[in-house]
């Protein structure tokens, strides 16, 4: 138990990390500087490795090291749509089980991403954090778990996309953490299922991160 507890430690440090622009995405990933760096053994750096290779965020060179994982415009519209299938799909399968208990925790999450939108502290990365929160939520009330599962492994790979693709800044994430996400509760919550579902592809269909000038961005830029 504890030696998972570590590797998922690790796993979640390394991921950050490279999210956070700690590592440059040409940086070249080796045990031994791990082990220097979070004071562990080897094995939990390798397992950890393992399970970020596995999750498509590294990729093992032999006998070399772990690269990160790039991924191209086409892919990331291709996870984007993935998406829109996945949480719509589930909109449609639990829409008429949803109660007054579904309607009040989504009131509760607007509430909270408001407050964060208005606290000075907040970052670009808290605001993308907290907008996958509410679509993790929402796809939450079908139970799915499967299916959870394969919307965390996009959000994921979009987020990384992201990071490399494009420049973010605190108010390129400022539509897409409000009204929007309060439109789709509010038809939900007045039983507009087709509205709702419209909203929803929308939503996820239009972040829109700013595209730096002179192309592509070669590390994680949360401004």
Same mark, same amino acid.
């Given at each position: 138990?504890?030696?998972?507890?570590? &590797?998922?430690?690790?796993?979640?440090?390394?991921?950050?990390?490279?999210?956070?622009?700690? #590592?440059?995405? /040409?940086?070249?990933?080796?045990? &031994?500087?791990?082990?220097?760096? #979070?004071?562990?053994? &080897?094995?939990?750096?390798?397992?950890?490795?393992?399970?970020?290779? &596995?999750?498509?965020?590294l990729r093992s060179i032999p006998r070399y090291g772990y690269e990160i994982v790039r991924i191209s415009e086409k892919q990331l519209r291709e996870i984007i749509e993935m998406r829109v299938l996945l949480e719509t799909a589930s909109l449609r399968q639990c829409f008429s089980l949803l109660s007054q208990t579904e309607f009040d925790i989504l009131r509760e999450y607007n509430l909270h991403s408001r407050l964060l939108l208005l606290s000075k502290t907040s970052t670009a990365r808290d605001l993308?954090?907290? /907008?996958?929160? !509410?679509?993790?939520?929402?796809?939450?009330?079908?139970?799915?778990? !499967?299916? @959870?599962?394969?919307?965390e492994r996009c959000m994921q790979m979009q987020? @990384?996309? #992201?990071?490399?693709?494009?420049?973010?800044?605190?108010?390129?994430?400022?539509?897409?953490?409000?009204?929007?996400?309060?439109?789709?509760?509010?038809?939900?919550?007045n039983s507009n299922l087709e509205g709702a579902v419209r909203a929803l592809q929308n939503d996820i269909r239009s972040i829109q991160p700013t595209h730096p000038e002179g192309g592509n961005v070669e590390c994680a830029a949360w401004n």
């Open positions: 138990m504890a030696e998972a507890t570590i &590797k998922s430690r690790l796993y979640n440090a390394i991921w950050n990390d490279i999210i956070d622009g700690v #590592y440059d995405w /040409n940086y070249v990933f080796n045990e &031994k500087s791990l082990v220097e760096k #979070y004071q562990v053994s &080897k094995s939990p750096i390798r397992d950890a490795l393992l399970e970020l290779c &596995k999750d498509n965020v993308w954090d907290d /907008n996958m929160q !509410f679509h993790r939520t929402l796809y939450s009330f079908s139970k799915n778990e !499967f299916g @959870m599962t394969l919307l987020t @990384m996309a #992201y990071v490399q693709l494009y420049r973010f800044t605190r108010d390129s994430n400022r539509v897409m953490t409000t009204t929007s996400h309060e439109g789709i509760a509010a038809l939900i919550e």
